[in-house]
């Protein structure tokens, strides 16, 4: 099913995990130093919060498309269940809960 795709899925991972990395230092200097304006620093939140997802999804991906039918089926019905959860109410209050 993504055996054409793996090279795809391997260059944008290495581009999410790049940029992901950026972000988090840039999260970790403003921490300290209070220089990233509320905006940047909103928009960084963000990618924060669905970037590592994103970055999952696309290694997962390529490690899917070297695998057999049925792991592809059962990986994509897993993601397809972290995102339709990701839009109930509360979830990331009780997820956070869950971590302390």
């Not at 581009?15 to 928009?43: C, G, H, K, R, T």
């Not at 059962?74 to 956070?96: D, K, R, S």
Request: glycine fraction near 6%.
């Amino acid at each position: 099913m993504f055996k054409g795709l793996e090279k795809v899925f391997d260059i944008l991972g290495e581009i999410l995990a790049v940029v992901l990395v950026v972000v988090f230092a840039l999260m970790i200097i403003n921490a300290n130093f209070s220089f990233l304006p509320d905006e940047v620093l909103n928009v960084f939140k963000i990618i924060l919060n669905y970037g590592f997802l994103v970055l999952c999804a696309v290694v997962g991906l390529e490690a899917m498309a070297k695998r057999n039918f049925i792991f592809q089926i059962i990986f994509l019905a897993l993601l397809a269940l972290i995102v339709i959860f990701l839009f109930f109410p509360g979830t990331y209050e009780n997820l956070i809960g869950l971590v302390k």
